[in-house]
């Protein structure tokens, strides 16, 4: 019975010394990864929303989280440039986060895939810059195009989809159409031209 007890206490202090280990240590990351998010968001805005002011991007929020940002082409805040939001769809092994920029008739002006832990060497194609190129391949097939041009190949659309990566593929074309979507509603329509 003594073993057990001791046994118990051992671990009760093991337990303990992690526990406060793992808090400090929070402690002291957290606002290093939430300042790293931040940038990465900021980074994805300026990609997704090209003809907008960088310091005039807004966010809205709704139910207390951001449902989109509104881009305007100068900091008074007057003349739309865009809207952005961050779409995500589940890809082969994680959820995909994309960051879609769209002018105000609903067309797509940038988009910057933000987040992503896709197989090396197939999914993560859906990043890569060729040789000599400055952005991305795929997402360059995204813009001007709007939501009922977002069909990757494989389902019948025009958008090359990366070879052996189809389910990452189709995740951000899906994610990125049932988004333009929902702002669509959120903002009572796109303007007509």
């Not at 968001?41 to 989109?68: C, D, F, G, M």
């Not at 609903?106 to 993560?124: F, N, R």
């Not at 060729?130 to 997402?139: A, I, L, N, T, V």
Request: proline fraction near 3%.
């Amino acid at each position: 019975m003594k073993d057990i007890l001791k046994l118990g206490g051992i671990l009760l202090l093991v337990t303990a010394i992690a526990g406060a280990a793992l808090s400090m240590v929070n402690a002291i990351t957290k606002p290093r990864i939430e300042e790293q998010k931040r940038l990465v968001t900021q980074r994805a805005l300026t990609t997704a929303l090209p003809k907008a002011n960088p310091e005039a991007i807004v966010p809205v929020t709704e139910n207390e989280s951001v449902s989109h940002y509104i881009g305007y082409q100068t900091t008074e805040k007057q003349n739309i440039a865009g809207y952005a939001f961050v779409a995500k769809g589940a890809g082969y092994s994680s959820i995909i986060e994309t960051m879609v920029g769209v002018d105000t008739t609903g067309t797509v002006m940038g988009i910057k895939i933000m987040q992503q832990v896709e197989t090396p060497g197939l999914g993560t194609k859906i990043e890569e810059v060729r040789y000599g190129e400055s952005s991305s391949w795929f997402q360059d097939q995204f813009l001007n195009r709007i939501a009922d041009g977002l069909i990757v190949d494989k389902d019948g659309g025009d958008i090359i989809s990366v070879t052996g990566a189809t389910i990452s593929c189709r995740a951000v074309a899906n994610s990125i159409k049932k988004g333009m979507g929902e702002l669509e509603e959120r903002l009572g329509g796109f303007k007509v031209n």
